[in-house]
C-alpha cells in the first residue's frame, strides 16, 4: 500500500514527486519503459529533444535529458522511490486503487497521479527518430529557434499543422508545408492564414518517405502521391504536424477522456469518470493537456496535482 503512486517520470511526474516528498508522503514514480508497442519513455518527452531554453531558471539553456536527471535527483533526495516499470492496467472503482505493471507487479495506492504525458505522432521514416533533435522536431515552439535563416519543411494537413507553420516563419527563410492531399483539414481561416503568409509555401500532393542527412538533417525524400514521381530537397529542419497521442491506454474505460484520449480533469486536477470526480486520482501534465504541451505548464500541473493529492489524504484522515 501506497500512499502516492505516480504514473510518469516527466517533468509533470517528478514535480509532483518533490512536493509529495517534502509532505512526507513517499511517493513511489512509476517510470515507464521504452516497449516495442510504444509505452512510457524514462524521463518523458523532455528526454527526445536537445537544449531547452525556455524554462526559467535556467539563463544559458539546458539539456532537456540533463533537465530530467536533476528532476529525478531532486525528487529522491526528498525521499522519493522510483521504480522502473511500466502500468499496463488499472481498476480505479474502488480505493485503494490497483496498478499492473509490464513486469507483474500489482501496486496499491491510496491516492494516483497520472503523469503519462503524451507521444507525438511520427511518420515512421527511416532516419526519423534517429535524426530527433538534430533538425527532426514535433515542437514548433519548442525548438523553432533553433532554425534561424533555416529551410525548414512542415508536414501535416490540420490546424497543428498551420500553427506551426506560421509560428516558424519568425525564424525561418522559407517554411514549406507539405501534405498528402491537395485538400486539407485545417479549418478555413487557419489555411488561409498560412495562404496569405509570403513565407509559406505549399507542395502536394506529396509524402515524406525519408529523412536525410548523417548527423544532421540536410534535406527530404518526398514522393508525388498522384505519380509516384521521387525527388529529393534541401532542408536543414523537419517538423511533424500531425497530431499527439495521450498515453491514456491503461485507464480507458476507467476514466473519461475526449475523442483522442486526452483525460478530462476539473479546475484541481481531479479526474472524472461519467462526469463525476473520482476521489484521490488526480492528472497532470500532458496526458491532460493538448493545448500547451510545454514543460513549465506539465511542471505547474504537476505541483498543483501534489497539493490537491496532498490535501486529500490530509482530510482524509483526518
Request: hydrophobic content about 40%.
Amino acid at each position: 500500500m501506497r500512499s502516492v503512486v505516480i504514473v510518469g517520470s516527466g517533468i509533470s511526474g517528478f514535480t509532483s514527486a518533490i512536493y509529495t516528498a517534502r509532505a512526507n508522503l513517499k511517493p513511489l514514480v512509476v517510470t515507464g519503459m521504452p516497449l516495442p508497442e510504444g509505452g512510457g519513455v524514462l524521463g518523458g518527452q523532455l528526454t527526445t529533444t536537445t537544449e531547452v531554453e525556455n524554462f526559467p531558471g535556467f539563463p544559458e539553456g539546458v539539456m532537456g535529458p540533463d533537465l530530467m536527471a536533476m528532476a529525478q535527483k531532486q525528487a529522491e533526495r526528498f525521499g522519493a522511490e522510483v521504480l522502473m516499470d511500466h502500468v499496463v492496467s488499472a481498476d480505479l472503482s474502488r480505493r485503494p486503487f490497483r496498478l499492473k505493471t509490464v513486469n507483474g507487479q500489482e501496486i496499491e495506492a491510496e491516492s494516483l497521479i497520472i503523469s503519462t504525458g503524451a507521444s507525438a505522432k511520427y511518420l515512421g521514416l527511416p532516419n526519423e527518430k534517429r535524426l530527433g533533435g538534430h533538425g527532426v522536431s514535433a515542437c514548433a515552439t519548442c525548438d523553432g529557434f533553433f532554425f534561424r535563416d533555416k529551410a525548414i519543411y512542415v508536414v501535416g494537413g490540420g490546424d497543428t499543422a498551420m500553427e506551426e507553420a506560421t509560428f516558424l516563419t519568425k525564424f525561418g527563410r522559407s517554411v514549406t508545408l507539405v501534405h498528402r492531399r491537395d485538400e486539407f483539414r485545417a479549418s478555413k481561416i487557419m489555411l488561409q492564414r498560412a495562404r496569405n503568409n509570403p513565407k509559406i509555401s505549399f507542395k502536394t500532393p506529396f509524402e515524406v518517405v525519408d529523412v536525410l542527412g548523417a548527423d544532421q538533417v540536410t534535406g527530404l525524400k518526398l514522393k508525388n502521391t498522384s505519380t509516384g514521381a521521387l525527388e529529393e530537397v534541401e532542408a536543414q529542419g523537419f517538423f511533424l504536424a500531425i497530431g499527439h497521442k495521450p498515453n491514456s491506454d491503461p485507464f480507458k474505460g476507467q476514466l473519461d477522456m475526449d475523442e483522442v484520449g486526452y483525460l478530462k480533469v476539473d479546475e484541481r486536477t481531479r479526474v472524472m469518470k461519467n462526469g463525476k470526480v473520482v476521489p484521490g486520482a488526480f492528472a497532470a501534465g500532458d496526458v491532460a493537456d493538448h493545448r500547451y504541451r510545454q514543460a513549465i505548464t506539465a511542471a505547474g500541473t504537476g505541483c498543483a496535482a501534489a497539493l490537491e493529492a496532498t490535501r486529500f489524504l490530509e482530510e482524509e484522515r483526518g
